[in-house]
């Protein structure tokens, strides 16, 4: 069985651009989270989304990201205008249904380094 | 507002020794723990958990203990082999939630 996957999986921007990253949840996953990493600290949550509607996104820092889940299928993360501190490492998670099931399948991140 | 706490940055193991991760949280909502292992430019893998109705899980080498009077988990991994080497992460969660992060604790087993 095919694991989360993301893309890209590198991606270096000047301040100012945009930058849209995409994730694809295992199969029948209903749940997907994004979560963040900025160097040295911990991973933090930024939304959830139940199929294609948002569950939380009280994690998101600001108006500049705009999370998306057309169909419940992929997802995808846009950050426009990017910043300095939006760099990071950006993970998306997936766990299947119901809602209360706890434990969730990481992708391997991408990198995001904003100059 | 870390709820979620790793206050050792790095452990050092001899290889068939027995390595101790520990994790300290403060919301007393949080009802279940996981315990995930990182390698380096890959994601969290899930490597164990816990409800807090429970004070013990065991998985082959890997036991994590939950003390819920302490605000307190750890991790026990025995023997501990130089693949165990890797960054663990300690998550807390009110069920149907997200994951709440320390920030890691990076284990070293040395032959």
């Known amino acids: 069985e095919a694991g989360v996957t993301q893309f890209p999986s590198h991606s270096v921007i000047e301040k100012g651009q945009t930058v849209t990253l995409r994730c694809d949840p295992i199969?029948?996953?209903?749940?997907l989270y994004w979560y963040r990493r900025v160097m040295g600290k911990e991973i933090k949550f930024l939304l959830h989304?139940?199929?294609?509607?948002?569950?939380?996104e009280s994690g998101m820092p600001n108006n500049r990201f705009l999370a998306e889940r057309t169909g419940g299928t992929y997802s995808t993360l846009k950050v426009q205008p990017a910043e300095l501190e939006d760099s990071g490492v950006y993970f998306c998670a997936s766990s299947p249904p119901p809602r209360s099931y706890n434990e969730q399948f990481f992708g391997p991140g991408t990198r995001l380094t904003v100059l | 507002d870390q709820q979620v706490k790793q206050n050792s940055p790095s452990l050092s193991v001899q290889e068939g020794r027995i390595s101790i991760l520990n994790c300290d949280y403060t919301?007393?909502?949080?009802?279940?723990f996981l315990w995930y292992k990182k390698y380096p430019a890959e994601g969290p893998t899930f490597l164990i958990s816990?409800?807090?109705?429970?004070d013990k899980n065991e998985d082959g080498r890997f036991t994590v203990f939950l003390n819920k009077s302490a605000k307190h988990l750890s991790l026990h991994i025995v023997p501990s082999q130089p693949g165990d080497s890797a960054v663990y992460f300690c998550a807390a969660s009110v069920t149907g939630y997200a994951l709440n992060f320390g920030k890691g604790t990076s284990l070293l087993v040395t032959p």
């Open positions: 199969s029948g996953h209903d749940n």
């Open positions: 816990i409800s807090s109705i429970k």
């Open positions: 989304f139940v199929k294609e509607s948002k569950q939380d």
């Open positions: 919301n007393s909502m949080f009802d279940y």
